[in-house]
Nanobody, 126 residues
Framework: QVQLVESGGGLVQPGGSLSLSCAGSGRTFSTYVMGWFRQAPGKDREFVAA????????RYQDSVKGRFTISRDNAKNTVYLQMNSLKSEDTAVYYC???????????????????WGQGTQVTVSS
């Protein structure tokens, strides 16, 4: 089991940048595929990005390709989401999640992830 805690959300102007972090507990963090999801008001939770256990394979939702970068540091039990060129439509609560199964490519479905953080709010507005 792993517990996840996100941080780094906030208010940013359109075109700005924000970096999210997700810290995991336990010594088995490196055995999980890690993902970022987001949920805007009135909408379903949607996939943003995922990274394989070793960090070599990454997967992105089309709308964030070229703007967002997912990475992880297993020595620090942390996964990151660097968000650049932010748009108003990126406004949402962002969640990190852990998948205990080995899937290639990393999973993009909400139901594939076993553990979730509490979420952090990202608001893009002028």
């Amino acid at each position: 089991q792993v517990q996840l805690v996100e941080s780094g959300g906030g208010l940013v102007q359109p075109g700005g940048s924000l970096s999210l972090s997700c810290a995991g507990s336990g010594r088995t963090f490196s055995t999980y595929v890690m993902g970022w999801f987001r949920q805007a008001p009135g909408k379903d939770r949607e996939f943003v990005a995922a990274v394989s256990r070793g960090g070599n394979t990454k997967r992105y939702q089309d709308s964030v390709k070229g703007r967002f970068t997912i990475s992880r540091d297993n020595a620090k039990n942390t996964v990151y989401l660097q968000m650049n060129s932010l748009k108003s439509e990126d406004t949402a609560v962002y969640y990190c999640a852990a998948d205990s199964q080995i899937r290639v490519p990393p999973a993009s479905r909400v139901d594939d992830y076993d553990y979730w953080g509490q979420g952090t709010q990202v608001t893009v507005s002028s």
